[in-house]
């Protein structure tokens, strides 16, 4: 791998993006970590350099897609242009279809659709120009099939699914790659506060919410930060042909 490779990481201050970054540093990438709160991408990037890895930060609130600029200066002038985009920064919004509201469609799409495209046209020409790059988005089982009271999620990684085919169909032919990770339910923040919600109606404990939602994976079992951080890598430094990769199957494997 080129040592001066540059990888961006979306969401990168905790859960599945913090472990995308380590295993991404580990294989010899730069990392620009980005999400909103400067401390915990400060500590973030403490923990890496720790264990010998190159990070910057960069706090931005990526629902605004203008911050798609700032986010690639940042990373010109920290390590030189991006070879890697990973785009993972996301949240899930629950409620019941009809107390979905436009204001919660609006938001998650502007995360998990509109920021990743504009992240993406912003560093594309570089690596157009340069004949290599990467881009991985965070999708999820949630972007092949439904899951109850996720109506916005559910939409939004669809259409991210469906952005990526899109971006890969017009790379064909190039060493440049598109590539939509598609997890089922992952230990981390947004599942355990998930179950604590669960919990706080009162017909579940937290332990027994977590399990419902591991039993809802084909692999009866959730993943973990680390085996998605490990897909992404091997993904990044193999550059398989294929687009959709589905992990919440036995074997992972591509869809598409
Ligand atoms: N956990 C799962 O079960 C699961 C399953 C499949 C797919 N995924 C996907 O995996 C990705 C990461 O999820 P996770 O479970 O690791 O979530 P997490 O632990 O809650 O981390 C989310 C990350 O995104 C950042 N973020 C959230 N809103 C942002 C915004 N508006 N602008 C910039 N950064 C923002 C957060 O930092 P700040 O809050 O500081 O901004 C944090 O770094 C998401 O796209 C999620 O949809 C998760």
Do not use: W
């Not at 032919?173 to 992952?186: E, H, M, N, Q, S």
């Not at 981390?188 to 506060?193: A, D, K, M, Y």
């Not at 998930?194 to 009162?202: F, L, S, V």
């Not at 930060?225 to 430094?237: F, G, I, S």
């Amino acid at each position: 791998m080129n040592p001066t490779s540059v990888a961006i990481v979306t969401g990168s201050s905790r859960g599945i993006g913090l472990e995308i970054a380590r295993a991404l540093g580990r294989k010899g990438h730069a990392l620009l970590l980005v999400a909103r709160d400067a401390t915990a991408l400060a500590s973030a990037q403490q923990e890496l350099e720790r264990e010998g890895l190159r990070a910057a930060t960069c706090a931005v609130d990526l629902r605004d897609a203008s911050c798609a600029d700032t986010v690639l200066q940042r990373a010109r002038d920290a390590f030189g242009e991006p070879d890697v985009l990973v785009n993972n920064a996301g949240t899930a919004p629950t409620a019941k279809f009809e107390a979905t509201t436009d204001a919660m469609l609006d938001e998650t799409f502007a995360l998990h659709v509109k920021a990743p495209l504009a992240l993406a046209r912003a560093v594309l020409p570089g690596m157009r120009q340069r004949g290599r790059g990467c881009i991985v988005q965070l999708a999820s089982t949630a972007g092949l099939r439904a899951f109850p009271f996720t109506s916005a999620y559910t939409a939004a990684k669809h259409a991210m699914v469906g952005l990526t085919r899109a971006l890969a169909t017009e790379l064909q032919g190039t060493d440049l790659r598109a590539y939509a990770v598609c997890p089922g339910f992952v230990d981390t923040e947004i599942t355990r506060s998930a179950a604590a919600a669960i919990a706080a109606r009162g017909k579940l404990t937290k332990d027994q919410a977590m399990q419902k939602m591991a039993e809802q994976n084909v692999i009866r079992r959730m993943h973990t930060p680390a085996e998605v951080a490990a897909t992404v890598a091997r993904l990044v430094a193999e550059r398989p042909l294929g687009c959709t990769f589905v992990m919440d199957r036995d074997p992972p494997a591509f869809l598409d």
